[in-house]
């Protein structure tokens, strides 16, 4: 892909002070020394269980916390921003580019507004309609986008089901006509039977619209299917990036390979042992010393206990931050 | 095999300012020892609902139809579960031979009290032991379910555990009166995979072990297929479909299984479309006539499905499928 970066990491850190009083202070660092490229028109997935920082890395990108070390950059065709330095109305032009689209449409939308309120308020707020007409107009062009009619608009949220109401998110994140999406675990709390419907229509809009996503999940085979990117992160690091199917094919991280047969199978003679991952993710605050993932790995070598791997790039746009990816590779599979 | 719990007919109603509500509709299966039963549904399809009654959990409100039977088999004889009345009879159905873990191991144990004092005190009820005796067999068990330390965590409270670690000290509470039917309640959905897996793996070996039958309840078809021996599938307070895990997935036969199946994303085949069930499960305040799900059916066959009710099919002798499709004579 040749194409230009819309969102680009550069060693970009998180960190977060905990504790108080003046001997117990410390810093967390929920998303340590990332680098990475979104490029623009992508479906870009961040993967990792709970805690690797997936969360804090999407929504550095969208200045809701602060940058606290490295570099972030948002740049599409008219501006171009550091994430970093951002204020004023620059910050303000920035909020109408980039969107959230939250977990839980359950808590997501004010019970006491009506839906044409709700995916208005973003218009009124940026100051982007002048009149109310506008304002009509351009919710109900959205709402029709994400198959709400008119009918739906003058309803409360407590009328829509779990999947409706993910569509009411969407169309409120899409009014301002932003460039960049997150979305945050969008799908997790739909079930299955309307998880497809969300992930399909949120597929067409990227499309139709020409928006690019970063699609946070902890659902490997969800990010399979909707991805055409995707990044893991294990304890604030980026462990692995790839194009979805170079990664699904041939992971090169234990930690990767280790996520992907953790994933029940709908087979139910293969009940495999795979490579079972013991024990759990460390806590942030007590990270281990080396490579983050070797108090879990089944590759641990005596170097990955003192020393941490970096981001490795052969040249083949998969990126792998680990000291025994070639040797995993000539190693027979399990 | 003997059966352990044998539920008849039961059907579950909710009074409420709107008038009754129906969460369960006729629902019927049985439980063996050392068998795993998943029960698989979206949210709304009554299958939390069905579990609270075996347990006679259900709030204040539940109405349960006089046919409905809940005949729970243990050494000392069979008790319908439904008569049960004062606390002290409730107590063989309340931890003493069944026992449940729920979904949110946070908000299952009490944030002030000790995992410990909270193992402790349900020994003390359930059984005739001492408490020193009953910390024992306490941290026994933790010990068994693979958390390190035991006698440690016995003395620390919910909120210092991690996720997976509340979830395994749950499951070592619910196991330590030793019962014979374990409801586990979305056990793992709150879980990281890497997790989810250690803590399928766990509750397999327990089974084996303690020999019990288990209720595994979750909307995770992946999840099923790797836990359970039989399979039943439940929508809209009804069990739409029921038989072995292995025919159930590979040769579903109600078209609502076979569209939960269609919609899951496949890892093995990235390329095929995301297919979803069309429309939304309907409120149980507007319940259809005749079959619950023919408002989304894709194979509607036309006004028997809108008026009739579909009778048990059997496809063979442990599958059924409740579907006019398969109905002798219904098809027109």
């Known amino acids: 892909m040749s194409e230009k970066p819309l969102i680009s990491a550069r060693n970009l850190s998180v960190g977060f002070k905990i504790g108080s009083g003046f001997f117990n202070k410390s810093t967390l660092k929920a998303v340590d020394n990332v680098s990475l490229d979104i490029v623009k028109g992508s479906f870009f997935g961040l993967v990792g269980e709970s805690g690797s920082g997936k969360t804090t890395l999407g929504r550095a990108f969208l200045k809701a916390v602060p940058i606290t070390g490295g570099h972030a950059t948002y740049q599409d065709d008219e501006v171009s921003y550091d994430l970093g330095t951002l204020t004023g109305p620059a910050l303000k032009d920035f909020r109408t580019r980039a969107q959230l689209i939250f977990q839980d449409p359950y808590a997501a939308l004010s019970p006491r507004m009506t839906v044409r309120d709700i995916i208005a308020e973003p218009l009124e707020v940026m100051g982007l309609t002048k009149t109310r007409e506008e304002t009509d107009a351009r919710v109900r062009e959205i709402a029709a986008k994400c198959r709400l009619n008119l009918e739906h608009l003058r309803r409360f949220p407590h009328a829509f089901s779990g999947g409706q109401r993910q569509r009411i998110s969407i169309a409120r994140a899409l009014v301002s006509r932003p460039n960049f999406i997150v979305a945050d675990e969008s799908v997790a709390a739909l079930d299955v039977s309307i998880q497809a419907d969300v992930l399909n229509l949120l597929k067409e809009i990227q499309r139709e619209m020409g928006l690019t996503f970063l699609f946070i999940s902890h659902d490997l085979s969800v990010v399979a299917h909707t991805c055409d990117h995707l990044a893991v992160m294990y304890l604030g690091r980026l462990v692995e990036t790839a194009p979805t199917r170079t990664l699904f094919k041939a992971p090169r991280h234990p930690y990767t390979k280790a996520l992907f047969s953790a994933i029940p199978s709908l087979d139910p003679d293969d009940r495999r042992g795979g490579q079972k991952l013991i024990g759990e993710i460390p806590s942030p605050t007590n990270q281990p010393p080396g490579c983050k993932f070797h108090t879990r790995c089944p590759m641990v070598i005596d170097r990955c206990r003192v020393e941490e791997p970096s981001l490795e790039n052969p040249g083949d746009g998969h990126s792998v931050s680990c000291h025994r990816w070639r040797e995993l590779l000539t190693m027979p599979a399990e | ?332």
């Open chain 2, 1 to 332: 095999m003997t059966a352990l719990i044998d539920v008849q007919n039961l059907t579950l109603k909710f009074r409420t300012d709107e008038g009754l509500i129906t969460a369960v509709d006729d629902v019927s299966f049985t439980i063996d020892r050392g068998e795993v039963m998943g029960l698989v549904g979206e949210s709304g399809s009554g299958k939390s609902v069905t579990a609270k009654a075996l347990m006679h959990l259900n709030a204040k409100n539940a109405v349960y139809t006089p046919e409905s039977k809940i005949l729970l088999h243990t050494e000392a004889g069979t008790v319908d579960v439904l008569k049960l009345r004062t606390a002290k009879e409730l107590k063989i159905a309340r931890g003493g031979a069944i026992s449940m873990i729920f979904q949110e191991p946070m908000a299952s144990f009490a944030p002030a009290i000790t995992i410990g004092s909270q193992m402790v005190e349900q020994l003390l009820i359930h059984s005739d032991m001492n408490k020193a005796r009953a910390k024992e067999i306490s941290i026994e068990m933790l010990d068994r379910v693979g958390i390190s330390d035991p006698s440690k965590r016995f003395d620390q409270y919910a909120f210092e555990l991690s996720g997976g670690m509340r979830q395994r000290a749950m499951i070592a509470m619910a196991l330590s009166t030793k019962p014979s039917l374990l409801i586990a309640d979305e056990p793992t959905t709150a879980l990281d995979v890497t997790i989810q897996a250690q803590v399928i793996d766990l509750m397999k070996d327990l089974v084996a072990e303690f020999h019990m039958g288990i209720i595994f309840i979750t909307h995770d078809l992946g999840v099923i297929a790797q836990t359970a021996d039989r399979v039943s599938v439940m929508y809209l307070g009804k069990i739409i479909e029921q038989g072995p895990v292995r025919e159930v997935i590979r040769h579903a036969k109600h078209p609502y299984t076979q569209g939960l199946l269609a919609a899951l994303p496949k890892l093995d085949d990235l390329d095929a479309p995301l297919t979803p069930v069309a429309g939304d499960i309907p409120s149980p305040l507007e319940r259809p006539p005749g079959c619950v799900f023919h408002t989304r059916c894709p194979d509607f066959i036309g006004d028997v499905c809108k008026t009739k009710l579909p009778a048990n099919a059997s496809v063979d002798a442990t599958h059924n499928v409740a579907c006019h499709l398969y109905s002798e004579g219904a098809k027109a």
